[in-house]
């Protein structure tokens, strides 16, 4: 067996990638893990390969970082298809019943998107990545399992409706953004609103367009990402230290204190709530502090490469 070639002298930070159709997170991940010659690679929230636009991928020790930004808001563009309603709830799914929308009125499929907002007990889809009993909800349905998956608390803050049109007699297309809290299924929203208009709903499109702190405008192919990560910047790369400051507020250290969080030392409290971004005098992220008490005890470490 040959030996493992070693990764690439790469820095650590966050690829903002404009995901095409037709690849699955992984595939990303795999592709950027290619372009850079880098295994630590990870992606911030899925996204299925219908879907389009921004995933988030970090590299080495940034890959610390995505349980975090996964767990952000999220935006969405998306287009719902009414009067179908598919296995999967998206287009990529076999139909399973048909209704004409031809007396549904557009008052009424604003009402119905409306109550798709706000707080929500959300049953994801059937054939999604959920784990039940440590395997993927999707997995078990191919094998032919029956799956009902339990409620999920998620919160829709806006649905906007932009637009809606007939492509034919008996459908109805729907533009919409939405902005929901992570773990938001957008199709479950299609489903769901076509089943109390008694006529069925799918999603047809679907862009994410936010991610916490980071949107659609700043991302890249991951080909160009990965270039621009590996050249020290450009659009698509956000460095550790950067990505950081975006989505912690930043406790900038003293020299001392930098050496003693770089042994897992504690610090003096930082008087404030929450995860902080501990920044050495210069500029490099040293780790993630929460006050303890009276001091600051590291959560996350980021040792120098």
Known sequence: MSPRRPDADV???????????GMTSHDVVARARRVLSVRKVGHAGTLDPMATGLLVLGVGTATRLLGYVGGHDKTYEATIRLGQSTVTDDR?????TTASTAEVDDDAIRAALAAQTGPLQQVP?????????????????????????????????????????RPEPDLVDVDVTVECTAGTYIRAIARDAGAVL???????ALRRTASGPFTLGQAAPVEDAGAALAAGGGAGAVGLTDAARLVFPERPLTAPEAVAVGYG??????????LHAAVDPDGRLVALVEDAGTTARVAVGFPPR
Not at 11 to 21: A, E, S, Y
Not at 198 to 204: F, I, Q, W
Not at 265 to 274: E, K, L, V, W
């Open 198 to 204: 008694g006529v069925g709903g799918h999603l047809t």
């Open 265 to 274: 030392q504690r610090i003096p409290a930082t008087g404030a709530p929450g």
């Open 92 to 96: 990529e799914g076999e139909v399973l």
């Open 125 to 165: 889809s059937s054939v999604s990545a959920v784990k039940v009993d440590g395997r993927r909800s999707y997995d078990r349905v191919r094998a032919g399992e029956d799956v009902v998956l339990e409620p999920r608390s998620v919160t829709v803050h806006r649905l906007d409706v932009h637009r809606i049109t």
């Open 11 to 21: 820095p650590p930070g966050l690829l903002l990638v404009d995901k095409p159709g």
